[in-house]
C-alpha cells in the first residue's frame, strides 16, 4: 500500500457514513453487559471514566482561563488533575463541578454519533485527545492506561469495520454506566476532599445540591441515549 492510498483509506475510515442497521449495532449491547457482569470489564470501564473525569475538570478548567498542569490515575481508578489559577471565584467553581458529568454527557454524545453513521470521526477525534492527554499524564501508571486506551481506539478505527459503530456505541454507553457508578461512590463518601464537598465550601450552596445536579446531568443523558436506541427497534 503506497501513502496515496493509506491516506485515502484513513480519511474514508474517518468520514461520516450511513446510520447503521440495527443488526450492526448487536455489540453495543454485548459491550455493555461484559460491562454490567464481568468484573474486568467493569473496571477497565471506571477507568476511562476516570480519564474523561479528569479530562473534563481539565477541558473547563483551561475554558475558563486556568492552566492545566496533569493528571494522574491512581491504582483505587481514583484521579486528580492539577489546574493553576484563583483559588476562588466561578471559573474555580466550574472546573471542580466539571468532572463528575464529564464521563455522561461524553457517553451520550458518543452513542448519538455512532448511531448516526460517525464512528470513525468520533474515533479519530478520541486519537487526537488522547495524544493530548498523554502529554499531560503525571505517572508511568496513568501514562499506560492512556497508551492502551489510545491502541485499542486505533484497533477499532482501522480494524472495526461494519462493527465499529455498535462498538463505538457500546463504549458510550459503558461511560454512562460509569458516570452512575460514580456518582454513587462520591454520594457515599465521607470523605471532606470530594467535589461536591469542595463545590460547597467555595460557593456556600449546599453539597447535596451539587450531587443533585450531577444526578440531573446523567439522568438527562441516559434519557437521551436511551431514545436514540429506541428509535433503532
Known sequence: MDWT??????LNRSLPTAPPVLEALWP???VLALALAWPAARRWGRTLVTIVHEAGHAVIGIAVGRRFHGFVVGKDLSG??????????IGRALTTWAGYPAPAVLGTVITLAALGGWAGTVLVVALVLLVGLLVMARSLRTA???V???????????????????????MGLVLLVGAWDSLRD?????????????????????AGAWLASWFLIDAAAT??????????L
Open 5 to 10: 492510498e493509506f491516506w485515502n483509506d484513513a
Open 28 to 30: 453495543a449491547l454485548v
Open 80 to 89: 486528580h488533575a492539577v489546574t493553576s489559577g484563583p483559588p476562588t471565584g
Open 144 to 146: 499506560g492506561l492512556v
Open 148 to 170: 492502551l486506551a489510545g491502541a485499542m481506539t486505533a484497533a477499532l478505527w482501522w480494524w472495526g469495520g461494519p462493527w465499529s459503530a455498535g462498538l463505538v456505541a457500546g
Open 186 to 206: 462520591v454520594a457515599g463518601s465521607r470523605d471532606p476532599g470530594q467535589d461536591h464537598r469542595t463545590l460547597a465550601q467555595l460557593t456556600g450552596v449546599p
Open 223 to 232: 434519557g437521551l441515549s436511551l431514545l436514540a436506541l429506541r428509535s433503532l
